[in-house]
C-alpha cells in the first residue's frame, strides 16, 4: 500500500497551492480518505475528509471556505486545494487512509510553506 503526496512548496500568504496523493495497492473507491497536517513542535492536525465517493466532504474549522477536498477515483488520487493561505497553514500535509474512525496508513507528507 502506498500513498505518496505532491504538490508542496514554498507560497505567500494569499496564495494556492493544490496538493495531490496517488494511492495504489488497495481499492482506494472503497475508502473515505482526509488529509492530515502537522506544524512544527505541534501534534498532527485533522483537516479534511472526503467518504469514498467523494460526495461527502469534511473540515476543520481553521481551513473551511479556504480549502477544498477532491478525489478522482478513476485515478486512484485525492486532491486538497489551498486558497487564501496563511502562515499557520504552515505544515508538513500528509493523505491518510480512513478506517473504522480512525487513519491507518500515511504517506510521507509535502511540506507546505506559507511566508512572505
Known amino acids: 500500500l502506498q500513498l505518496v503526496e505532491s504538490g508542496g512548496g514554498m507560497v505567500q500568504p494569499g496564495g494556492s497551492l493544490r496538493l495531490s496523493c496517488a494511492a495504489s495497492?488497495?481499492?482506494?473507491?472503497?475508502?473515505?480518505m482526509s488529509w492530515v497536517r502537522q506544524a512544527p513542535g505541534k501534534g498532527p492536525e485533522w483537516v479534511s475528509a472526503?467518504?469514498?465517493?467523494?460526495?461527502?466532504?469534511y473540515y476543520a474549522d481553521s481551513v473551511k471556505g479556504r480549502f477544498t477536498i477532491s478525489r478522482d477515483n478513476a485515478k486512484n488520487t485525492l486532491y486538497l486545494q489551498m486558497n487564501n493561505l496563511k502562515s499557520e497553514d504552515t505544515a508538513l500535509y500528509y493523505c491518510a487512509r480512513d478506517s473504522g474512525g480512525d487513519q491507518d496508513y500515511w504517506g510521507q507528507g509535502t511540506q507546505v510553506t506559507v511566508s512572505s
Open positions: 495497492g488497495f481499492t482506494f473507491s472503497s475508502y473515505d
Open positions: 472526503t467518504n469514498s465517493g467523494g460526495g461527502s466532504t
